[in-house]
Each structure stands twice: as C-alpha cells, then as structure tokens.
C-alpha cells in the first residue's frame, strides 16, 4: 500500500512537469525545473525529507501559480509532495511545518497571479473561485499533521514497548545466569517467585529462606528481614553452604525480596587464612603472631601467668652441618617433645626460628621452673637418638597488669641469661636481669655512636728486651673515652663489640693509629715494632688483608715492624688461618696470645709458624710455684725449638723479670716496665725487637 502510493505520488509529479512544459513559456520551464528537483531529490534520498526540499516545493508551486491557468495540478502536485512527505518523514517533528510552507507557496502565488490580472485568473476564476479548491488541502495538511503525531506516538510507544521488552530478556536473563539467588516471598514465607539458582538453593527447605535464627526468615523477630546482609548455613544434600542473605521489603507489605549469595568458597578461604596465621606451618603449633594474643588476653585475666621462652642450644651447627631439610626435622621433633613435655597445660608457639615458647595459667616461678626442667629432660630423651639441650628463660605476670610483648622480653632476656651461663639450663627473671640488659643495650648504643669519633684512643705499652732493658717495641691497646664513664679499659667494651661486629671497624681503627704511630717512630729513627691485637672476627673481613696493605703502602711503614697478635681461637677457623698465612708471607709477623691457656695444640705450631709466642700473665704472677716454672720454661723451650722468640706478659717485679731472663725469656712487658699509654717520650731503645 505504501509503495502503491508513492507510485502515484510519482506519476502527479510528472503530470505536473508535462503541463509546466506545454505551457510554453520560459517561468513554466523554471517551474517545471524546480519541480524536477523536488523528484530528483525523491530519487536520490527516498526516505529523507529536508527543508531544502520544502522550500523548492514552495516556490515551485508560487511559479507555477504564475503560468498555468488551471489550479488543478498544482493542487494535485501539492497532494503528492504532501501524502509523499507524511509516509517518508513519519520521525521528522517539524513536518507539519513543512507541509505548511508548500501550502504559503500556493496561497502566495495564487494571490499575485490574481492581482496581476485585475481580479481574476486568465481563465477567469477570482480569488473567491481559487480558494474553494485549497480547502481540501488545508484539511489535507491537518489529516497530514494529525497522521503524524499518531504515527509519531505509536512509533514511540513502539520503541518503549521493544526496549522494555529487550530489558525485560536482560533481565531475566541476568536473573538466570547470575550467581545471586533473588526470591519473592509471600506473608506465609513462601517462594512466590524465584531464579533458578534460589530455587535449587531453597529446594532443601520447601521453598522457604532460613536465617541464623529461625528456619523461615520471615518470622525471625531479630531483624534478618532488613536489608542488612547476614551469613547463614544452607545444607544442600550432604554440602553445606555458607550464604550471605539480605532482605528487602516490598511495597506492598505483603511479600519480601531475599537476595542470597553462596559465599562458601570465601569462608573456606577465610577459615585456611585465619588457620595458617595462627598456626605455624612447619611444627603445627601456635603461631607467634596468634601467640602474642592470647597472651594479651591472659594477662587481662586476673590470675598468675608464667611465660618460658625455649631456644635450642646448638640449632645452626644442626642446619649448617645437615642443610634445611635437617634442620627442619630437627625443628618438628622439638616442637613435638615441648608439646609432650606441657601436656595439655598450656599453649605451645614458635616464635620463629629455633624459639618456642610455652604459656600457662596459675603458674609461679617454682611451678614455671618445674615445667621448664620437665621440657629440658623431654627434649633431652634419652631413648632417642638425638637428644636436644635448649635454654629456658622464664618470666611471671606481676600482680599489676602488662603488656604480653614486655612478659616475652623478660622470658627473652633470662634464656640469653641461660645460654650466655653454658645452656641447657633455666634462669628465672629478676630485675638484676633487666638491669644488666638495659646496661648492655645501652653501651651497645654508646658503642656504636663512637665509632667515627674521637672517643676511642690507642694507648701502648712497651715492650723490653730483658738482656738488656731496652725498650724494642710497644703493643697497642685501645681505650674508650666514654662520656660520663671515664676512660673504659679494652675488657669492658672489646668482647661487646666482637658481639655486635663492630669490632671490625674499632679494630681498623685501632690497627691504623698504630702503624701511623709506628711509621713515626721509624721516621724519627727509632725503629720500633707496634703489636696489634687482632680478633678472629676480623680476620673473617673479606677486606682485612687488603687494608693492612694499603696501610704499609700509605705510611711507609716497614711490614716486619708490624706483628699482628691472635690468640688460639684463629686455629678453629681454617678461612682466617688463610688470611693470617698470607699477611705474614708479606712480611707482617705474627704472635701468638695467651699460649696455654686456651686449646693448646702442638700440631697446630707446626702446621702454623708463629713468630712470637707470649706468656700469659697468669703463669707470670705464679713463678714461684714451681709446677707454673715447669710449664713456662717448656713453652720457653717449644717457641726456641720452632724459632719464635718469647715474650712475659704481666711482669711486675725484678724478680719476675729476673727470672725469666734466667729461663732464656727473651722480651717481657707490664708495669714493671710502664703502664699502657699515650705519650713515649721516655722510650730511646734501638737495636732488635720481639
């Protein structure tokens, strides 16, 4: 019907171009021009309707007005581009408009055509004769207008109804295929309506949704029906699910909207989190981080709390010698003999590492010492093959509340008491304890603030041949000019710093003042050698070697006036006795501390030349027994028989020195011969050195 139409749309056009140009006349061929741009237009753009076209349409009527002496085809070319426009521009708002403007064409046109004849047409119709013949168009205009706005709303209620119908498939769509359960409940609880996974969630419970409280969320009184998400457990068969519901009300009042989500996956991920950070994944214990809450908790409580801290004595000579796989063996054994040894009495954790701790309630110090010495005798077992020894602080809540974290320091600092006494022992905290530890951390940061200062002076003490009394060289000896202490001696603060490692950079400080003191002397031509105590540690240091050459190298200092003096410890580490070996290949010597006090070894000597071996005092000040003599004159007579020379420490008196000098002692040193320190202008020996 349609097409039919524009059909004879068409063919009114061409009968109003065939007339324009039988007309004859050059304005009824510009007509006719304009009329054929009108079905050109119609040609080329079948299904657009624009204002160009609308104001062709108009002036080609209002010319035609002006050749043709009939207002038929005009008026038939009016009716075409009308009904053409109202099938074409049903979406164009502004075609009432349009169609008016042919219409003005016509009214226009028509009247100068009249006037221009004095009244009348040339066929003689008049004004009153043209205007019957509009009518019909007029009314065609409005049908046009009102065809329009019909077909405008039905368009739009067309789409609304397409687009409702498109988001009423998403949603259900989205409803079908989504993880959330969504169903509307009536006032007796059941599912009037539901998806089908709410459905199969609801399946196990007849229809209806159960709440943490009541088996039909609809009459729970505790406030699940608000939009207020709750977990709740749904047993689906044999699974159970975890889902978390919310609830709106509708409208209504009569019915409730439930959306479930099954939140099973996420629990069970919540649950194996929480497990794995409360216990600890290689013994099964406690974990230290859950360990420090529940001490927190006990504490809050108003009984006695004991806290033991355990710690495996001998832990990394296990790991070193075995690797991790060993060492964690080592690890889960112990952890299961604590567990065994506490019995249910109290909470077991690693702390970390080879630590453990063990927490019980309603315990003194008699009751923690006994559970504590029950730990070590479990731990030992003697039907195994791996007996265990550790070392336990112990430390009991006071009566006033504390924190758990200050409890656990106490327990650490007696079990580093413990170890510190030989382990595998218990010590119990006190405040002697504490005191001796806020000491030891507070020289600690003393210590490490005056390295790069001025604080640390060398002092030395000079060394003399005994044949002759001569001063032939000076060992140097660190002293700390510790602010609100004095000048501290080396036993005070040395064996902190080879703890902390710091002794590294006081020892290559110390190391640098003596060879610059001692390139002095040799400037001034007073050769004499400098000893420098040196620690097993800092042999270690991969760069001990090259800083004792690029000391010699920057003082000028001749290597044999240097000695580096160790003490037997060095012959349990083969690395430094490589080091020490290659230092004393340039030159350096090398003497021997304290010889018979330690691990003494014979082939140690003979494996590893020693240029200078020292008496230890302690054997200096007892000479006069004559078992001590023996011992002296023996290792008088083993350093001549592998070429080292001697020297006496601790010498006080003539006849301590007398009698070394009779044994064949060749050097000696102590107060005999002058206090350590940092002026020598005394000292004028030349000639040979120890």
Request: net charge negative.
């Amino acid at each position: 019907m349609r097409l039919a139409t524009l059909w004879f749309c068409w063919l009114g056009g061409i009968a109003f171009i065939a007339q324009l140009l039988f007309a004859c006349s050059p304005l009824g061929w510009a007509a006719a021009a304009l009329a054929a741009t009108t079905l050109t237009t119609w040609l080329a753009r079948p299904d657009h309707d624009g204002w160009t076209g609308a104001a062709v349409e108009a002036l080609c009527v209002a010319t035609a007005c002006q050749v043709l002496d009939s207002v038929q085809p005009i008026i038939g070319f009016l009716f075409a581009v009308t009904i053409r426009r109202s099938l074409v521009g049903g979406g164009d708002e502004a075609l009432p408009v349009k169609a008016v403007g042919a219409v003005a064409g016509y009214l226009v046109g028509s009247g100068v055509a009249v006037v221009g004849a004095a009244g009348a047409w040339r066929d003689g119709l008049t004004v009153e004769g043209a205007m019957p013949a509009l009518l019909p168009l007029i009314g065609l205009v409005v049908a046009v207008t009102a065809l329009h706005q019909t077909a405008r709303a039905a368009r739009l209620a067309q789409e609304a109804l397409l687009r409702a119908d498109e988001s009423g498939r998403m949603v259900h769509a989205v409803l079908r295929a989504g993880p959330v359960g969504i169903a509307v409940l009536d006032g007796a609880g059941v599912a009037a309506m539901c998806n089908e996974r709410a459905e199969r969630l609801l399946a196990p419970h007849g229809g209806r949704v159960p709440c943490e409280h009541e088996p039909d969320i609809t009459t729970c009184a505790r406030g699940c029906a608000e939009p207020t998400g709750r977990p709740v457990e749904v047993h689906l068969g044999a699974q159970v699910l975890a889902l978390h519901t919310a609830a709106v009300p509708l409208s209504d009042g009569d019915h409730l909207v439930v959306a479930a989500v099954d939140i099973t996956d996420q629990r069970t991920l919540q649950d194996q989190l929480r497990l794995r950070s409360e216990r600890d994944e290689l013994t099964g214990l406690i974990s230290r981080s859950h360990f420090l809450e529940l001490l927190d908790r006990e504490l809050t409580r108003s009984h006695p709390v004991a806290l033991l801290v355990v710690d495996l004595d001998g832990f990394k000579e296990v790991n070193d010698r075995g690797g991790h796989a060993v060492g964690d063996a080592h690890l889960r054994t112990a952890a299961d003999r604590i567990r065994t040894a506490v019995a249910g009495t109290g909470a077991v954790a690693r702390l970390g590492g080879d630590e453990f701790a063990v927490l019980v309630a309603h315990h003194d110090n008699d009751d923690a010492v006994t559970l504590a010495r029950t730990v070590l005798t479990a731990l030992a077992d003697a039907t195994a093959d791996d007996p265990m020894r550790a070392s336990i602080g112990i430390a009991t809540s006071a009566p006033a509340p504390e924190a758990g974290e200050t409890l656990l320091r106490d327990a650490d600092i007696a079990m580093y008491a413990a170890k510190r006494d030989g382990g595998n022992r218990v010590r119990v905290f006190d405040r002697r304890l504490g005191d001796q530890v806020r000491a030891r951390q507070q020289a600690e940061d003393d210590l490490r603030a005056a390295l790069g200062t001025d604080q640390f002076v060398v002092h030395y003490q000079p060394i003399v041949a005994l044949d002759d009394q001569r001063v032939t060289g000076a060992e140097a000896l660190a002293r700390w000019q510790r602010p609100g202490h004095g000048l501290t001696p080396p036993q005070e603060f040395i064996p902190l710093a080879e703890e902390t490692g710091m002794i590294v950079p006081l020892g290559r400080h110390v190391l640098s003042s003596a060879c610059t003191r001692a390139a002095g002397w040799q400037s001034a031509g007073r050769p004499l050698g400098v000893t420098v105590n040196v620690s097993t540690r800092q042999l270690a240091d991969t760069g001990f070697a090259a800083d004792v050459t690029a000391l010699l190298a920057s003082t000028g200092l001749d290597p044999h006036l240097l000695t580096i003096e160790v003490t037997e410890s060095v012959w349990a580490d083969e690395a430094a006795m490589r080091v020490l070996t290659g230092i004393r290949e340039t030159g350096v010597r090398v003497a021997l501390d304290d010889f018979g006090t330690g691990y003494s070894s014979l082939s140690y000597l003979q494996r590893y030349p020693f240029d200078v071996i020292k008496i230890d005092k302690s054997f200096t000040w007892s000479l006069e027994d004559p078992r001590t003599g023996g011992v002296v004159r023996c290792i008088i007579d083993l350093a001549g028989a592998f070429g080292a020379t001697t020297v006496a420490e601790g010498v006080e008196t003539v006849e301590q020195a007398d009698w070394l000098r009779a044994a064949g002692c060749g050097y000696a040193q102590g107060f005999l011969y002058g206090r350590p320190s940092a002026v020598q202008d005394e000292w004028t020996a030349t000639g040979t050195r120890p």
